[in-house]
């Protein structure tokens, strides 16, 4: 007996989600080139740290900071959108499991991204306005502009995953209080 079409165009388009683990890949390989990265700067810092200085060891350690917030980021990405949208991990008694994992959906995932690019777009205007002397105001305004863009987007997308998640939870109280009556 053949299964009928539409249960094996339902099962197709299912299946279409494994088409993203070799994006969650590609993700894994370009933290490895962060880690290298990392390394290599960590290198330059020690090797030279005798003859920087306080300035230009401040930006090379705000730099570090940036490439594991970047690393933090994939992190998120690569586990959270793995678990959210192609397959569970299995990981509830695994004793490293992060904390947020088991309470990660699709909106929670993007308030968390948001954050952390906050977190990111702040140390690189660190950065500018320890730099700002050899800068352009223009440059200087755009970073500040695109950091409260930022900033406004991730006040947006908590306030939209808050309102749906209150929305969800009225709707499931409401159904509740139907079949008690």
């Known amino acids: 007996?053949?299964?009928?079409?539409?249960?094996?165009?339902?099962?197709?388009?299912?299946?279409?989600?494994?088409?993203?683990?070799?994006?969650?890949?590609?993700?894994?390989?370009?933290?490895?080139?962060y880690v290298y990265r990392f390394v290599l700067e960590l290198w330059h810092l020690v090797l030279g740290a005798a003859a920087l200085t306080e300035p230009q060891i401040m930006l090379m350690v705000l730099g570090l900071i940036d490439v594991v917030m970047i690393a933090n980021l994939l992190i998120m990405v690569i586990v959270g959108?793995?678990?959210?949208?192609?397959?569970?991990?299995?990981?509830?008694?695994?004793?490293?499991?992060?904390?947020?994992?088991?309470?990660?959906?699709?909106?929670?995932?993007?308030?968390?991204?948001?954050?952390a690019l906050i977190g990111?777009?702040?140390?690189?205007?660190?950065?500018?306005?320890i730099e700002?002397?050899?800068?352009?105001?223009?440059?200087?305004?755009w970073q500040v502009m695109i950091h409260l863009t930022f900033v406004v987007s991730a006040f947006m997308l908590a306030w939209t995953d808050r309102v749906a998640t209150a929305s969800a939870a009225s709707a499931k109280a409401l159904q509740q209080a139907r079949v008690e009556h």
């Not at 009928?4 to 388009?13: A, C, F, N, Q, W």
């Not at 990111?120 to 306005?129: A, C, G, H, M, V």
Request: no cysteine; proline share 7%.
């Open 120 to 129: 990111i777009s702040s140390i690189r205007l660190l950065q500018t306005f």
């Open 132 to 141: 700002s002397d050899s800068l352009s105001d223009r440059k200087i305004f």
């Open 1 to 33: 007996m053949q299964p009928s079409p539409p249960r094996t165009l339902g099962s197709l388009i299912f299946l279409s989600r494994w088409l993203q683990a070799p994006l969650y890949f590609g993700l894994i390989v370009a933290q490895g080139v």
């Open 81 to 115: 959108g793995y678990e959210t949208f192609v397959s569970r991990l299995n990981l509830e008694d695994h004793p490293d499991q992060p904390e947020w994992l088991s309470h990660v959906n699709a909106g929670a995932l993007k308030v968390k991204l948001a954050t």
